[in-house]
């Protein structure tokens, strides 16, 4: 809000509408740094409601599904892998609620909050990385639901399973039935986000309860089928690990989970921007997370558990975790065809929300007068598709050094976030400047970079790589916290005792470091 006696160039120009939403662009905003997709939103809408059904749309994929079968085949007791989720999963809740307030107390998305700590211009740092870390992943999505796609096809025509080889109908490590699916994925998932963040929140408020309803239904039916005495929370084979390698894993099991979801957590700005208050954030998020995650969980290893007595184990004796392929195993037409497409649908959720808005937005953040957030999203779609995801992910070797790289990169971008709006800024933001090109704006630094931010990331990253190329498997486990604590220490030391003159080109008078936003006319 303006204070009375505000200069001219300070008032706002009318509400500009995009399909992120409603945002309103001051005459002052440099055009280097504003779009209407990154500017302050007009009005903050979404409820507690909306936050919840984005973390339901979040977790209820086959990848989630997955991932909470795996937490209970560690070789621990079921009340072990139970507390570690717990454990895990309100960890993860503290530090989106910590994300969550610079975004949605400026109305501005992630990659906007990111010029608080690493300057106006070397903000496209995290951006960037975030980016394209996003496109892997949403790269992988696509092809895990258009798998779904593929057995539908089959189950109908079985005359298309000669397609479905890669020897005889292949093209870059894809067969044809599978390159149709995953055009097709590619395709709706495109329309769905073209649509605009209405039609998104719309798609996650109704995908994460429906999702639920067909979740509970398949566990019903395969419990009824199994009968109680066959469901089981312990998932693995074996005795049961005691002693330290209980403790160990039951550690591992709670670092699984907070890099499980480290890169929707990075860029929860997104979302909570649109939070009618913080409140509902807050409230959104306790529900989604600590209570939805441990229901979700339970459900799946009940199904799982059944799963594995009326459908039996594959071909390698292994208890089968993938939802698509359980409900295709199923003797039951409807059955299967409900639950496949379901599970893909969810899996849709959860690419847009987690993968599809967030390149949008940080690609944007890169040239805000060139790429709009539709054509950032593209890029990114586009992008998915380059990259041959399915060679990736049919790769283990592969995908455990990109998912411990990924976290070792993620942890330091989080790490001076967190430091810089809670340490130093001390949750101050003014909004103005961070669309300012001026060089006495407080988010200028040293030619709009702050070089504090930027040593304290590529310090932290290389360490987690680091441990990623020359350490163990299980101190690879724990990267992203090593890179988020690294970065949190790095920044908030150099901070504090490296000379303003070598941050900032004009250094701020030391009465007004730690000045409050309610002293500065452009506020939020």
Known sequence: MLKSGAAPSDIAEPTRASAAGESVIKLSYDQRLTNEDLAPLKKQTWTWYNIFAFWMSDIHSVGGYVFAGSLFALGITAWQVLIALLVGIVFVNVLCNLVARPSQQAG??????????????????????????AVAWYGIQTYLASVAFGLLAIKFFPSLAKYDSVGDYGFLGLSALGWAGFILMWILQAIVFWNGMETIRKFIDFCGPAVYVVMIALAGYLIFKAGWSNVSLNLSSGPDKSGWAAVSASIGAVALVVSYFSGPMLNFGDFSRYGKSYEEVKKGNFLGLPVN????????????????????????????????????????????????????????????????????????????????????????????????????????????????????????????????????????????????????????????????????TVVAGAVGVAVVVGGTTYMSSYTWFIGAGLGFVLYWLGMRYVPQSLIHDNPPAPANLGRSTADESATR
């Not at 799963?307 to 939802?323: K, L, Q, W």
């Not at 060139?370 to 380059?386: E, H, N, P, T, Y």
């Not at 001390?426 to 970079?449: A, C, H, N, Q």
Request: with cysteine.
């Open 108 to 133: 501005v998305p992630y990659p906007v909050t990111t010029r608080i700590a690493f300057g106006v211009r070397g903000a496209n740092l995290p951006a960037i990385l975030r980016g394209l870390i």
């Open 293 to 456: 995650f441990l229901f979700f969980s339970l459900l799946v290893v009940c199904t799982v558990s059944a799963g594995a007595t009326v459908i039996g184990r594959d071909e390698n004796g292994n208890i089968i975790t993938d939802p698509v392929h359980i409900v295709d195993k199923i003797d039951n037409t409807t059955a299967a065809v409900l639950g496949v497409l379901t599970f893909a649908i969810a899996t849709i959720g959860i690419n847009i929300v987690a993968n599809f808005v967030s390149p949008a937005f940080d690609f944007s953040n890169v040239a805000p007068t060139k790429i709009s957030w539709r054509m950032g999203g593209m890029i990114a779609a586009i992008g998915s598709v380059l990259i041959t995801p399915w060679n990736l992910f049919n790769n283990p070797s592969a995908i455990h050094y990109t998912l411990d790289t990924l976290g070792a990169v993620i942890g330091p971008l989080f790490g001076v976030l967190i430091a810089d709006f809670y340490l130093v800024k001390r949750k101050e933001i003014v909004v103005d400047d961070l669309f300012s090109m001026s060089p006495t704006s407080r988010y200028w630094f040293r030619s709009g970079v702050n070089p504090v931010a930027v040593v304290a």
